[in-house]
Every structure is written in C-alpha cells, then in structure tokens.
C-alpha cells in the first residue's frame, strides 16, 4: 500500500518511513506543503499521514483542498497539538483518525489496519478469498491450512484486488499501488502481467484461481460473486 508522509520533522519523518517499509508499505515522503500538495494531485496514496504545522502550506487547506479534489486515500492527522478544537476541525474536513505527538509507531499501524477494516468492511486482520485466506498483519496467505510462498508484490496484488473486489482495476492502478511511481528503475509496462501470471500459477497449484479475471485492454478483476 502507498503511503505518504506529510511530515517537516525529518528525524520523525524518517524513523515512520523505516518502520512502515518495514512493514511492507510503500512510502513517499513531502517535508512542506507545497511538495506534499504536488504529490497528493499526481500520485494515488492509501494513506497520507499530515501534519498540521506544516512551511508554505497549511495542513488543514491541503486536507481540505484533497478532500474537494475527490483523493480517497485515509488522511491520519498528525499534530503536536492536543486542542480539541483542532481534532474537531481536521475530522470535520475529512480526516480518518487524529494522532497527538508524541506516539507510538505500533499504535500508528494499529490505527491504519483499524481504517482500512472499517473502508472495507473487515472484521479482523483476515480476509477470505474462496477457498483462500490471507493474513493481512503477517502477509501470509493460506489454502485450507497449506501456506503459499507468495513474493511480496504478488501478495500486495492480491490483497489490493481483494479490498476492491467484483471491480475492474486498470495495469495503471495496480502499478500505482504496487510500485508507487511508474518511473522506477526496475518497473517495465508489461511487470503486472507477469506478477498476475505468477500469482495465479502460485495459487493454482492448491487450488482454483479462475476468480481472478483478465479485462481485455483495462485490466483485472477479482469476483466475489
């Protein structure tokens, strides 16, 4: 999952993007306004993780400017401000959760697996997929009780498709998701075929992945039919 942090203490900044790589997410990083205004409009995120107090640009304008472009990612507000006044006004604009600094970094994951179990209407850190199960925290997914040596882009596909289930996603999407910016070195036009190639194969070997369906010149869909 794409992440961006909106963050201008750099030592702070650093220690999320270490711990949330960590975790498997693909994290962007803006330091003011202005670059973190750029990068919401270009690029799709997940997560934006905004700081209020932010050089050049006013965390509440950027959230609300993103909110009125129609950006869907979750926006986690992250303030050394406690009033509640302020956690008033950035839910009133959209934010999804409120962080008063200083926190933890597992209380930060906690709250952005909670997010995502309540966008997509989970009820825990598993998602059943037919005869498959995917464990979301540790990244394991499994066929009955037989676990699926899946690399770590093939099982971000898969998650991403099932969060988005009976939905066309577009090669652009899940290169977006997956890679984060098409214009890294080892990204070619052709990579999220050959990752769906090998998805399917994997799970293929256990059981049916026909539920996995190409959309000729779009893209994919996973039917939960």
Not at 90 to 106: E, M
Not at 178 to 192: M, P, Q, T
Not at 200 to 210: F, T
Request: hydrophobic share 40%; proline share 1%; aromatic share 10%.
């Amino acid at each position: 999952m794409n992440v961006l942090i909106v963050e201008d203490e750099r030592q702070l900044s650093h220690e999320i993007e270490i711990f949330l790589t960590k975790q498997g997410y693909h994290c962007d990083v803006a330091f003011n306004g202005k670059s973190a205004s750029e990068k919401i409009f270009v690029n799709s995120y997940d997560f934006v993780l905004l700081d209020i107090g932010l050089p050049e640009h006013n965390g509440f304008q950027l959230l609300k400017e993103a909110k009125e472009a129609g950006k869907d990612g979750a926006f986690i507000i992250l303030t050394a401000r406690g009033s509640i006044d302020d956690r008033i006004t950035g839910l009133d604009l959209g934010a999804d959760d409120y962080l008063a600094k200083p926190f933890s970094l597992l209380e930060l994951q906690a709250r952005m697996q909670a997010i995502l179990r309540r966008k997509h209407g989970l009820k825990n850190n598993m998602i059943q997929i037919h005869e498959y199960s995917m464990e979301i925290q540790n990244r394991n997914v499994y066929f009955e009780k037989n676990a699926i040596s899946l690399t770590k882009k093939e099982f971000d596909i898969l998650h991403y498709m099932a969060l988005h289930k009976n939905r066309v996603i577009t090669r652009m999407q899940l290169t977006e998701h997956i890679w984060g910016d098409v214009l890294e070195e080892d990204y070619e036009s052709n990579y999220i075929d050959v990752h769906m190639k090998n998805l399917r194969k994997k799970l293929s070997a256990y059981g049916n992945s026909d539920f996995i369906e190409t959309v000729r010149g779009i893209g994919y869909r996973l039917n939960m039919a």
